[in-house]
């Protein structure tokens, strides 16, 4: 799909939107094909033959390759002072992420912190009339730090990159590095809210 910039510093290639399936979580690429135990034996099924793990699921797989990744484009240092939470961005990177106030209506997901951030996406989409995309927290990604908010945008109509707040983990303290996937844009032949 289009995407047009909305940062200065998206002249740099390297920041532009990844298809989903160039960029597959290293723990996934690694896990054994077959299920193992704890212990590392494998698993028999009825047949007597291996039975095969989640790494041999097609369902799982498609959620880690459909659609697109958005990506950070610069280290965040998450920090902590007078028993609440702060961001730290590099010179220039200062609108990508930023501390939000508390929304005591939205529901905060457990285990994640009442404080919370935005990501202000450095890319806008545009879709062709009739398609909308589904932007959501990266599919089955359990293992970053954060929870990205979901939400269906009408590209077709809609061009602006808009704040998508985000949860930090409650035990979450350090580094998120550049280049670590923070939103997944799906297309969807819908239209919607017309």
């Known amino acids: 799909f289009p995407v047009t910039i909305a940062r200065s510093y998206n002249n740099i290639e390297e920041h532009a939107p990844l298809l989903a399936k160039s960029n597959i979580p290293e723990w996934f690429s690694k896990a054994n094909k077959y299920w193992k135990t704890l212990e590392g034996e494998y698993i028999k099924g009825y047949d007597g033959e291996r039975s095969l793990s989640f790494k041999s699921c097609?369902?799982?797989?498609?959620?880690?390759?459909?659609?697109?990744?958005?990506?950070?484009?610069?280290?965040?240092?998450?920090?902590?002072?007078?028993?609440?939470?702060?961001?730290?961005?590099?010179?220039?990177?200062?609108?990508?992420?930023?501390?939000?106030?508390?929304?005591?209506?939205?529901?905060?997901?457990?285990?994640?912190?009442?404080?919370?951030?935005?990501?202000?996406?450095?890319?806008?989409?545009?879709?062709?009339?009739?398609?909308?995309?589904?932007?959501?927290?990266?599919?089955?990604?359990?293992?970053?730090?954060?929870l990205t908010t979901n939400g269906i945008i009408d590209s077709d109509m809609y061009t602006i990159s808009g704040l998508i707040p985000f949860f930090l983990k409650k035990d979450f303290v350090g580094l998120i590095p550049k280049g670590t996937p923070y939103a997944q844009v799906i297309p969807l032949g819908i239209v919607t809210g017309k």
């Open 58 to 146: 097609p369902a799982l797989l498609d959620t880690f390759t459909v659609g697109y990744l958005l990506k950070t484009p610069c280290d965040l240092a998450f920090y902590e002072k007078d028993n609440d939470i702060y961001v730290e961005t590099p010179k220039g990177y200062e609108e990508f992420c930023a501390r939000r106030e508390a929304m005591p209506e939205f529901v905060v997901p457990h285990g994640y912190r009442e404080t919370h951030f935005h990501w202000w996406p450095n890319w806008s989409i545009e879709t062709p009339p009739g398609y909308s995309v589904m932007v959501l927290n990266p599919i089955n990604r359990f293992d970053l730090p954060f």
